[in-house]
């Protein structure tokens, strides 16, 4: 590809206690054509009991940054832009909550919103009984809505 191209990542975690752990990356990357990317990461969570919350939330740079998904090349688009998950210099975030019904049982729901062009933003609820599972998802943006209803079976070998 020509001329020198890096990734620098640091990840770091913290135990607070009481049930709260956060955790913090931050990544940045330069291609070959010198074009520059970074991004910021930032997750908390908190459990008590049955109840569990986390929360998380990303800064995109202005110019993103990060290898695509094709052929693992470079070329300062992958973590924002048109091969990416997420825009430019945006902020995408993410709540979910999650309770223990006792047994088996479980029902959770995430709310995302990607912070993007096309006004992605998405709610999950879900149920899990055992090795069955059900979710509800709702799928906004500026294109249209989308509802799905997914059913499962975990199964193993």
Known sequence: LGGDEYRISAH????????????????????????????????????????????????IGEDGGAFTAAAGQFDGSAL???????????SPMAIAVTYDLGGESAIGVRMQDNDDAAETESVDVAYNWGMWGVQYSMLDTAAGDTDTIIVGLQVGF
């Open 12 to 59: 770091g975690d913290m135990d607070f206690g009481g049930g709260i752990s956060a955790g913090v990356t931050y990544t940045s990357a330069t291609d070959a054509a010198g074009n520059d990317g970074d991004a910021l990461i930032v997750d908390v969570a908190w459990a008590m009991d049955a109840l569990s919350i986390g929360v998380e939330f990303a800064q």
């Open 80 to 90: 924002a832009g048109p091969n990416a998950f997420f825009d430019n210099d945006s």
